[in-house]
């Protein structure tokens, strides 16, 4: 999470919401992608950062599905990103603060554990949720 962190960091550079991600293969500590959210920075409304993380690990192993993998984020998911993963097939998701208002990983939605969906990936919350919480708040009370 503590790379997480350091990613959400690089996000306020670019004026972005500072959320970082990182995808973890199966052994648990070789990063495959890492990113932070650069929907501000490139115009891109799909550059959050599991998506990007997603989309590097994708290039790095020469494969979409990610399998074995974790990927770790700061904030819970939103809906396309909870999409985003169960399509990539990661096996677990690992993340910080909840999102109440737009959380698609358990908190509003559970889109990630949806039993209608072919795959399943494992949650785990709150992991340095408060040191990601208060990145959060830090930049919106700046703003």
């Given at each position: 999470m503590r790379l997480a962190l350091d990613e959400a960091a690089l996000a306020v550079r670019g004026g972005d919401v500072p959320v970082g991600a990182v995808?973890?293969?199966?052994?648990?500590t070789t990063v495959l992608g890492a990113g932070h959210n650069e929907r501000e920075a490139g115009g891109d409304p799909t550059a959050h950062a599991?998506?990007?993380?997603l989309r590097r690990a994708a290039a790095r192993?020469?494969?979409?599905?990610?399998?074995?993998c974790t990927l770790v984020v700061t904030l819970e998911p939103c809906t396309m990103c909870a999409g985003a993963l169960v399509q990539s097939r990661?096996?677990?998701v690992v993340y910080g603060a909840r999102d109440d208002k737009a959380g698609a990983a358990g908190s509003l939605w559970d889109v990630v554990r949806d039993r209608r969906l072919n795959h399943r990936p494992e949650v785990i919350e709150g992991v340095?949720?408060?040191?990601?919480?208060?990145?959060?708040?830090?930049?919106?009370?700046s703003r």
């Open positions: 995808v973890l293969a199966a052994d648990g599991e998506v990007l993380a192993t020469g494969r979409w599905r990610l399998t074995g990661v096996d677990r340095l949720a408060t040191d990601c919480a208060r990145l959060l708040t830090e930049f919106f009370r």
